[in-house]
């Protein structure tokens, strides 16, 4: 507790120097302007898939992976006033590379467009395109390398920002909250306190599930002007799009069955947002009852990226016939960014000799998986931590109306995210993770005491204390909008 305490206030001697952008678009006769787009970030070619240890070359496309971009523009007296550009990308996550690329692109391409006031958040598939050089030894010839994908994205967030951002007409939104079970807390608890990461439940010393499951549904429509169905509809989800994960093919993961079922009829235009909620410690995968679940697929004749989009598409319908009604044009838009400065999880001596030991035995064994260099920033972390003893984040705070957004680059445990959503002062508050960077697992003091994989130091960049700053600052700046 003491060890918080001197954060929160070294945090507060600090903020003076903090980089803060924030407009005031406070006034309730806000214009707002709204357009959207969405293109295809498939490549043409086979690419490195992201997100396991070992090394993954694409050998074909299942379905398109995407990157789909909403831009609004609040004005007061035909006077720009604020702006936020959302764009959800069909990525595992938006790595530094990337998003100091695309930044750079609409610096020089794109003036009316403030690189700060854009928001790239990955869904988290594990079937879409490495973008960073040195992470996996790569075939020289045959392969999209990192850095080409990385270019062939750029060009494509280019074109859907721009093409959002002209489409720019009076609009308004509505929001509401629907029910889904999509995510399940992935960590099995057993009899001597230890935890895994899905850990075996049939086992005798099985004694629970970790965490909180949040089967919560928030969706935020946006419509334009004289539409009788919304441009497009957000999706915040508790989950990660992970059912695929292991996967050799292209996949955009549940994200494709959403957009495949909820696109027809009335709705064939909307575009869809996917946008995962602090999920760290959650997945699509069943921890127990297996046979049963694979029992009803098999009635429904349904594959489980189907059964979760017929879950999510359901409430995405039903949801936006009750706030139809509801669509505000003239309302309170405000949006701030913050870098905010987080202790780092601090590696032990203990640590730092069993991922010496752990890189010495791979290194006998002829491992040329990721996993050697996730021992090896370990190492390094143990050299440098005195003298880099924080690690700075991007963290946007969005007032639309009577809903916030709130964000952060982690894959961020569950209890974070809900101790933001109990404290806010909006009447609904939508937490994204894995936005604009690339910080590892947010694990809790519960889930560390427990151990294994997104818990222990190898997955946590910040720690549990660093966690209680981000949940503190995050709900600061979210009231700070009221």
């Known amino acids: ?251 955009a993961d549940f994200w494709h069955d959403v957009r495949q079922q909820f696109q027809t009829g009335d709705y064939q235009e909307v575009l869809v947002l996917g946008w995962p909620g602090a999920a760290g410690d959650q997945s699509p995968h069943r921890m127990y009852r297996k046979a049963a679940e694979e029992r009803m697929l098999k009635l429904r004749g349904l594959s489980y990226t189907q059964e979760v989009a017929r879950r999510i598409v359901g409430e995405m319908r039903d949801v936006c016939e009750v706030v139809r009604d509801e669509v505000r044009t003239d309302i309170p838009f405000a949006h701030k960014v913050e870098d905010v400065s987080l202790p780092v999880r601090k590696v032990t001596e203990q640590e730092v000799a069993a991922a010496q030991a752990q890189i010495d035995a791979l290194t006998k064994q002829g491992d040329t998986s990721r996993r050697r260099l996730w021992y090896q920033k370990v190492v390094d972390r143990f050299r440098t931590q005195e003298q880099e003893p924080t690690h700075t984040v991007e963290v946007h705070a969005l007032r639309i109306g009577d809903l916030a957004i709130i964000t952060n680059p982690f894959e961020l445990f569950l209890d974070y995210g809900v101790q933001m959503q109990g404290r806010s002062a909006a009447l609904q508050t939508l937490v994204l993770q894995l936005t604009n960077g690339s910080s590892g697992y947010l694990a809790t003091e519960r889930a560390v005491k427990g151990g294994s994989y997104s818990a222990v130091v190898e997955s946590n960049l910040v720690g549990p204390e660093g966690g209680q700053v981000l949940v503190d600052r995050s709900v600061e700046l979210i009231n700070s909008l009221w």
């Open 1 to 251: 507790m003491r060890r918080v305490t001197r954060w929160l206030v070294c945090w507060a001697v600090a903020s003076t120097f903090i980089s803060i952008q924030a407009a005031g678009a406070w006034a309730a006769d806000t214009q707002l302007l709204i357009g959207g787009a969405t293109t295809s970030i498939t490549p043409d070619q086979p690419i490195a898939l992201d997100g396991q240890f070992g090394v993954r070359i694409s050998r074909g496309v299942d379905n398109p992976i995407t990157a789909t971009a909403i831009a609004i523009e609040a004005r007061q007296n035909d006077r720009s006033v604020d702006q936020a550009v959302l764009v959800s990308c069909d990525l595992v996550a938006i790595r530094p590379p990337l998003l100091a690329a695309a930044r750079q692109r609409l610096a020089e391409r794109l003036p009316e467009v403030d690189p700060r006031k854009v928001i790239f958040t990955a869904t988290h598939t594990h079937t879409s395109g490495v973008t960073e050089e040195g992470k996996y030894e790569l075939p020289e010839q045959g392969v999209m390398q990192p850095s080409q994908f990385v270019a062939f994205l750029v060009d494509r967030l280019e074109e859907v920002i721009a093409n959002a951002w002209k489409a720019r007409q009076p609009g308004g939104v509505s929001w509401g909250l629907g029910h889904a079970v999509v995510g399940y807390n992935r960590r099995a608890v057993y009899a001597n306190g230890s935890a895994a990461m899905y850990g075996k439940t049939d086992r005798a010393d099985f004694r629970g599930i970790e965490g909180y499951e949040d089967h919560g549904l928030e969706l935020l429509y946006f419509w334009n002007e004289g539409r009788q169905t919304p441009l497009a509809v957000a999706v915040n989800v508790a989950c990660p799009s992970q059912e695929v994960e292991s996967g050799f093919r292209i996949n």
